[in-house]
């Protein structure tokens, strides 16, 4: 906190009077909004046969192969969309205004779009593909590797797009201090800003974890839908919805439990994410 | 439910008055100026709400524009959707007058919603290649074959049930890489050059014309698969719904519809 109230959390001011009504009353709606319908599934929901539909070895397998897939594509998506968000926020691109725009794209095109693209690109006569067909005989789309890239590219923005944000909101003296004191820019990276992005580094990780896990259109377009390879929950319960609401509604609140978990999981770092960047 | 006949923007409201119990009908074109000709006894008008399985898309918009030229008081306003989810939404309340589905079984979820189903026509699994057919693919048997890159659809939609008669009756394992989410995914996964071969409905084999390669066989009688019509209890505008029954059972609906690949009962 840099507000200059020392060891004081927000909202613990002892001068914090009641919420102005202004803010009060939409902010609520907005909890409102956001809850309700998660609230009338839960009641619609088949407690009854809940454990039944859910303890099924294909309903295990999809929740399975969701949760790997998407650690997979987190991990990914920090590998590469951490250096991307430094390129971005300190690394004087060339047309940067440009390459941002670039990197929100995947967040505003239609997932279904997302995986048409990732087929013309990689696919068995993607302008790539065809040669990984010809040259290695690698076929991507229809493998679990299509999976985690579909995910990957719906949900890196998230990541770069949060880190990005801190980067470009971080006090640069003290990155500026470190390099009079002679440390290199990896060095002043990696113990200096790296550190203090640390909080929005992990908002943004849990962001593209919960996209990833959620990724349905992108997924079933480029990679497919076979049991255990690519059916991925939001898949399965795509399917289920066919032939069984009651189902489907199962499989939400299976998916919804977990990423409510990850998230709560996560919470004392999401707080002092907004924290740190505000 | 008569809608009365005048010219003149300056009725536009009456004009919406007298339109009891539909959905109010402010198209210009209903704004004929034919004065104050009495209406046939037989003339429809309003508007029709028809719910039709994606596959029907095709056949149905051009009965539509035939609906529409014989029945110039009714808009036809067509919504396509998988069977499934047509019914669901006719269950839930839709203001639809007309229900067609893929197969008997979606009919029958929307069974307590509509009045008399009848069968009005009929389609059969084929096997399409992309158009060159890069695996050389002849016949089912082909669907065996783990080097092949092969879709179905997943069990769960008809066409995927329909697929998995097909291969017990054939006494087939297929080795399939792809259960796609309907039938009109896994027909442009051999468009798009993505699989060797795909099993689709007759009708949308013929769909996509030169794209595809396609191929018949003998198994597929196992698994046919009818399309239901039915209006729907409910009906807001009966006459209509009634007339559009009249029309896709016409000689003139079986035109269109084998012209577009499906079989009649």
């Not at chain 1, 590998?79 to 971005?88: D, E, R, T």
């Not at chain 1, 113990?191 to 962001?207: E, F, N, W």
């Not at chain 2, 189903?117 to 699994?125: E, H, K, R």
Request: proline share 6%; net charge negative; hydrophobic share 50%.
């Amino acid at each position: 906190m840099s507000d200059g109230q020392a060891g004081r959390r927000p909202g613990q001011s002892a001068h914090a009077a009641r919420p102005p009504l202004v803010l009060l009353v939409p902010g609520l709606a907005a909890l409102v909004f956001l809850a309700l319908p998660l609230v009338a599934l839960l009641v619609r929901a088949p407690w009854s046969e809940l454990v039944e539909i859910v303890a099924t070895g294909p309903v295990a397998q999809a929740l399975w192969l969701s949760l790997r897939t998407a650690t997979t594509a987190t991990l990914v998506s920090l590998v590469l969309g951490v250096p991307l968000a430094w390129l971005l926020a300190r690394g004087r691109l060339p047309g940067g205004g440009v390459i941002r725009a670039l990197v929100t794209l995947p967040m505003v095109l239609p997932p279904v779009v997302g995986g048409v693209a990732l087929l013309s690109l990689l696919g068995r006569r993607g302008l790539l593909g065809e040669h990984l067909d010809a040259w290695f005989g690698l076929t991507i789309p229809f493998t679990t590797t299509a999976v985690v890239l579909a995910q990957t590219f719906v949900s890196l923005p998230f990541l770069v797009l949060s880190v990005d944000g801190a980067l470009r909101g971080l006090d640069r003296r003290y990155e500026d201090v470190s390099a009079t004191l002679g440390a290199s820019r990896w060095t002043t990276f990696r113990r200096v800003t790296l550190p203090m992005i640390a909080p929005a580094v992990g908002a943004g990780a849990v962001l593209c974890f919960a996209r990833a896990l959620g990724e349905f259109g992108a997924t079933i377009t480029f990679a497919g839908n076979f049991p255990g390879t690519t059916r991925t929950m939001p898949i399965a319960i795509y399917l289920a919805m066919e032939q069984s609401p009651q189902a489907a509604i199962a499989l939400s609140i299976v998916l919804v439990a977990i990423s409510a978990l990850v998230l709560i999981l996560l919470r004392s770092r999401w707080l002092t994410a907004l924290g740190s960047t505000t | 439910m008569r809608l009365g006949r005048s010219a003149g923007v300056v009725l536009t409201a009456m004009l919406l008055a007298s339109c009891s119990g539909g959905t109010p009908d402010d198209g210009p074109s209903d704004l004929m100026g034919s004065g104050t000709v009495a209406p046939a006894p037989d003339e429809i008008t309003g508007d029709l709400t028809v719910f039709a399985a994606a596959s029907l898309q095709g056949v149905f918009e051009e009965l539509a524009t035939t609906f529409e030229e014989q029945h110039p008081g009714v808009t036809v306003a067509l919504n396509f959707a998988a069977s499934s989810a047509l019914a669901e939404q006719v269950n839930a309340g839709a203001p639809v007058d007309v229900l067609a589905t893929a197969s008997a079984s979606t009919m029958e979820q929307a069974a307590a919603e509509v009045s008399d189903p009848v069968t009005f026509a009929s389609n059969t699994l084929v096997i399409v290649t992309p158009s060159d057919n890069p695996g050389v693919v002849t016949g089912l048997a082909d669907f065996a074959d783990p080097d092949l890159t092969l879709a179905v659809c997943a069990v769960e939609v008809p066409c995927g049930a329909a697929a998995e008669k097909v291969f017990t009756a054939a006494g087939i394992t297929p080795a399939v890489d792809t259960f796609a989410e309907n039938v009109t995914a896994t027909l442009n996964l051999a468009v798009s050059g993505e699989v060797d071969a795909s099993l689709v409905y007759a009708t949308d084999a013929l769909g996509a014309g030169d794209t595809v390669s396609t191929i018949t066989f003998p198994e597929s009688a196992e698994a046919v698969n009818d399309n239901l019509i039915a209006a729907a209890a409910q009906a807001p505008n009966a006459a209509a719904a009634q007339a559009w029954l009249d029309l896709v059972l016409s000689d003139e609906g079986a035109a269109v519809l084998t012209a577009a690949g499906f079989d009649l009962p």
